[in-house]
């Protein structure tokens, strides 16, 4: 009998590493221990960031002031990423060392008892933290060798010459750029008319020239109705009913939550686990955090959920996790895109980098940051095209943690040169 058991070994551990140390009996299941951390550790966001690190480093050589040739040794980034991985996978594994780790298939068919192994756990309280997986759309026949997912492309240890991305969300645009910048010629296929089509109209602009300037090829309009590979490479036909073929296709078609390990009848399921906004499902002490809920595929979101839970679950009553409020960005290069808080302000003001020189070197003369307050003068969002967005974000997320207005934002000054005070410029025209 546990107090807590942990299914899944993503940004869960966080969660069950609290617990421990506060005393409870815990234990966290993953089906494959050497993937304890989850996917941002092990498929995501950590080697898909160093992988975009380096690229920015090839498409920076290649300035007019800059001479010489430099190309992506993938084998040595691969080697480098693997080595990362293992050093940080090991450091999660010893901060788990009060943690039952069980490696095996958890299924949850009733209230409270947990399947694994052939044995049944049983625990007060459950936490489900499963993750999801890559989406491959009807028609598109997936066999990991030229119809790929993002999990290939990080196991890659050769740049291919040509490739097609199918889907303009986060992974298509961050994989893009990363091929881009590091010499692969890139066409990205999207089924919409637009690019980021829920940001502000400039930014939208911009995001789609940046894409252009760095050499992508982009697709508008252009719905994949199938996708099969043939001796000729892949046989790629659209929804107009007009055809290519294309040597390597990478599908980027967005991320579904895991919830076949669930058949327990009390706990509902929709788009994923439907949970209340303290995260527990429709069954009392069973809760599920990060992109099994289907609320939003973030590491730093299932952290903030799971020990929001922990805690919860610890008697500290927490307050909600203002989801609104998580920082949500792009990693394009050579700017990246984020987005904090909301945008329909009845207050908003933009200001344009190329107003400032520092801009030039950073390749950001076209970046753009737009701040948004309400009727009341109160600071509610922002989105940002620049260096390093997501960094720049974290400025606006705190305004909003501690409910700033605009005079407030005002008294803080910023460091020149820097981007930042692009941002602090956005705060005086509110």
């Known amino acids: 009998m546990y107090d807590i058991i942990y299914i899944g070994g993503g940004l869960n551990y966080a969660g069950a590493i609290v617990a421990a140390k506060n005393g409870k009996k815990v234990a966290l299941i993953e089906k494959d221990m050497s993937q304890l951390g989850g996917v941002c550790l092990h498929k995501g966001c950590i080697p898909s960031k160093m992988f975009l690190h380096y690229s920015s480093l090839v498409y920076e050589s290649k300035s007019e002031i800059l001479q010489g040739q430099t190309t992506l040794n993938m084998r040595t980034l691969f080697q480098k990423k693997t080595d990362l991985i293992e050093k940080s996978t090991k450091a999660v594994t010893k901060q788990c060392s009060h943690v039952d780790l069980i490696e095996g298939e958890a299924k949850l068919k009733e209230p409270y008892k947990v399947e694994v192994n052939g044995k049944t756990l049983e625990a007060q309280h459950i936490v489900m933290g499963t993750?999801?997986?890559?989406f491959i759309p009807e028609g598109i026949v997936y066999n990991g060798k030229d119809i790929i997912v993002s999990d290939e492309v990080l196991m890659m240890q050769e740049l291919p010459e040509k490739i097609a991305i199918y889907g303009a969300g986060a992974i298509g645009l961050?994989?893009?750029?990363?091929?881009a910048t590091a010499g692969t010629e890139v066409t990205l296929i999207n089924h919409s008319d637009r690019i980021l089509k829920h940001a502000n109209?400039?930014?939208?602009?911009?995001?789609?020239?940046?894409l252009e300037k760095i050499g992508v090829t982009i697709l508008e309009n252009h719905t994949i109705q199938t996708a099969k590979s043939t001796k000729k490479g892949v046989h790629v036909t659209y929804a107009d009913k007009s055809s290519n073929y294309v040597p390597l296709l990478l599908v980027a078609a967005g991320r579904k939550p895991?919830?076949?390990f669930l058949t327990c009848k009390d706990i509902q399921v929709g788009k994923g686990i439907i949970t209340d906004r303290f995260f527990e499902t429709t069954l009392k002490n069973h809760y599920a955090i990060g992109d099994c809920n289907g609320k939003l595929q973030l590491a730093h979101a299932a952290r903030a959920e799971v020990l929001n839970v922990t805690e919860r679950i610890l008697g500290k009553n927490p307050r909600p996790v203002p989801l609104d409020n998580v920082i949500k960005f792009i990693h394009t290069l050579p700017m990246s895109y984020a987005v904090v808080g909301k945008t329909d302000g009845e207050k908003l003001s933009v200001v344009p980098?190329?107003?400032?020189?520092?801009?030039?070197?950073?390749?950001?003369?076209?970046g753009i940051m737009v701040s948004y307050a309400d009727i009341e003068g109160f600071i509610i969002g922002a989105e940002i095209l620049a260096p390093n967005a997501e960094e720049l974000a974290a400025i606006v997320g705190m305004s909003l943690a501690g409910e700033m207005d605009i005079s407030q934002a005002k008294r803080t000054i910023f460091g020149h040169p820097t981007f930042?005070?692009?941002l602090e410029r956005t705060f005086y025209k509110l």
């Open 201 to 210: 109209p400039l930014i939208q602009k911009e995001i789609k020239s940046q």
């Open 258 to 260: 895991n919830v076949d």
């Open 174 to 179: 961050e994989m893009a750029s990363f091929f």
């Open 131 to 134: 993750g999801s997986h890559s």
């Open 353 to 366: 980098l190329s107003q400032f020189p520092y801009s030039v070197q950073n390749h950001a003369t076209k």
């Open 420 to 422: 930042s005070e692009a």
